[in-house]
């Protein structure tokens, strides 16, 4: 039986029959609270995970599921990173038997009950989260039924209380800065993402960092917060473009960001990389297919989703497992950057 | 008790007791080639199955599962529609307190037998194909588990026997070229997508019947057949613009080849739209954030998926259903064309 449980079963610490008596109802009301089914009033609902909480209640005996599943959860599939964050859960669950059901939250905070109720239902072997910030709430009805759960975190600010994984945004920051100092360029604009993230502070530092170890100062003006979307990037672009004393280079936070950037250099009959370099940030896969192709810095999706999962199974086989994995960002050269051309400026006589 | 059912049980026009006698195994056998175990041998599994078909065996008493999941299944997750297709089943999927569970099969062809060994552990209230062509092993297998299953075929080659929801490519093709007619082109190529693939062929011969009604003939030279790529149309597209007498415009047969088109006049330093016309098709969201902003045929991606999940779960109560839907294309345009501009040949003097 996939969904039941005898009543002496002796799971971790405590018995059904010790939770039931602990909180006062009867085993089988123990048992739906168990199984997220719904038919508990919440009450009685929370009376009950409050004693398995309590009592670190550990179901282990639990039989085999025979199709077993791994959840992952997003707020939307809005987002370009959706696709790359399947395919990593999906690769690691199918070489472990594993099927993956997805789930979109729907809102665009955090993961609502009806959510968590289907969950507990179908009883995964783990869930991937791609959310930022997890209710306690969510945290406690997971723990309370022994569901390992792990967070990607590409937003870098993560919940020390949960596992997680992410990748390095500074890193990342300095990389991109730093290839353009190299290639000459001394004024480089900056349009990061929201200021509320970490990761656009942590990029932006990164960026600041860079300029310093090149013994250059970071001009306020060149620095700018976009939405990590095209017309974010494209709104900041224009005002970099349009100062006085633009930017020879832009270093944008996102690949979106990025094609904003060429939208706003097309418009102003700039040409990249001859007249503007410009480097994005995360490198889905339209980065190969702009035009020009966009130098950008590689966030390992695919690969934090692979290693969030990998996390996810080793939580539950109770392995000794490091609970924050932070992947490394790189450099991916194409060919939206290039030396700085000073024709702009110097007005070369024709002919 | 999820996978269990009594020996006696009626399901359609045979119980489960003389399937067996027909086959000549045990109920319990029977019970467990409906379940999708595994361990049954082959030739068993294949004469119960073969007995469960010829008596048209429909299971119509199963318990209703607590958790119910509809399954998607792609070739592989690689391209740009599978996101777009995942959200339109999720969205009617939540609606009818689903989940969503998504497998890649992993190969270019055909779902594998372990896909399918998958499904029948999982009993899904039904199963969305991503392909073309089902193997008649895979429909079968399904069939008689009574497990409905739609194919999303947008390569428009629907095979009759099999529930499916396309989209309108001949359509799609006239009223790309149409729109470009109108704009006062009059030498118009096309790179449309491979030679064996039938919505590759409808759109072409929506271009050529475009043409036609304005009095024009298709250039055979002004033809040619791509991958459906970035790749494919970039080296198509350079082509095109070194003739003799290139197009001022080129009705690419996928965003992808569209982008393609892009680059390859970029590297002409060829200006879209002033200096050639680009029509893309499919109106994947990177249609909108390419520079400039693709004119394009919108193929209701999300919508077909809604389509066939709700197709899905009107076959499953057997309501009467229409089992192939195609849903319209239409033009979507954007900044890629434009009427065209002669300077190329008419060279005014400075000044």
Redo the contacts between chains.
């Keep these: ?3 039941g449980m005898r009543e002496d079963e002796r799971v971790g610490r405590i018995t059904l029959a010790q939770v039931a008596q602990l909180a006062g109802v009867s085993i089988s009301t123990v048992s739906k609270v168990l ?1 997220g ?1 719904q038919d508990v009033a919440a009450p009685t609902r929370a009376k009950v995970e409050r004693v398995l909480d309590d009592n670190a209640y550990r179901r282990t005996t639990r039989a085999a599921r ?2 077993p ?1 791994i959840e992952i959860v997003f707020h939307e ?1 809005e987002s ?1 990173w ?2 790359e964050l ?2 990593g859960v ?1 690769k690691v669950a ?1 070489a472990n038997g594993a ?6 939250s ?1 809102t665009r905070r955090a993961p609502g009950p009806e959510w968590i109720e ?1 969950v507990l ?2 009883s995964p072997r783990g869930v991937v989260l791609v959310f930022s910030a997890l209710p306690a709430e969510v945290k406690r009805r997971l723990r309370s039924r022994s569901i390992p759960f792990v967070v990607i975190d590409p937003a870098g600010d993560p919940d020390p209380d949960v596992p997680s994984v992410g990748s390095a945004n500074w890193n990342g920051g300095l990389a991109a800065t730093r290839h353009l100092v190299q290639l000459g360029h001394r004024r480089i604009g900056i349009i990061t993402g929201p200021k509320d993230m970490l990761c656009s502070l942590a990029r932006l530092d990164g960026y600041r960092s860079a300029l310093s170890m090149a013994g250059l100062v970071a001009d306020p003006e060149l620095v700018r917060y976009g939405d990590f979307h ?1 017309e974010g990037g494209r709104e900041r672009a224009a005002e970099l473009l349009d100062l006085d004393d633009p930017p020879t280079a832009i270093f944008a936070g996102s690949d ?1 960001q990025a ?1 904003g950037v ?2 706003a250099a ?1 418009l102003r009959d700039l040409r990249v990389p001859h007249d503007l370099s410009v480097v994005g940030y995360d490198d889905v ?2 980065a ?6 966009l130098t950008t810095v590689h966030q390992p999706l695919r690969e934090m989703a692979e290693g969030a999962t990998r996390m996810l199974l080793r939580l539950r086989s109770q392995e000794p497992v490091a609970t924050r994995l932070e992947l490394t960002t790189s450099l991916v050269v194409r060919q939206s950057t290039a030396a700085p051309s000073f024709e702009r400026v110097s007005d070369t006589p024709c002919g």
């Design positions: 039986m996939l969904l199984n089914r025979e199709a599943l599939l370009i959706a696709l399947i395919r999906e199918k099927s993956v059901v997805l789930t979109e729907g289907g239902q179908r095209v979106l094609l060429l939208e097309r896969p339209l190969q297919w702009s035009s020009p192709a």
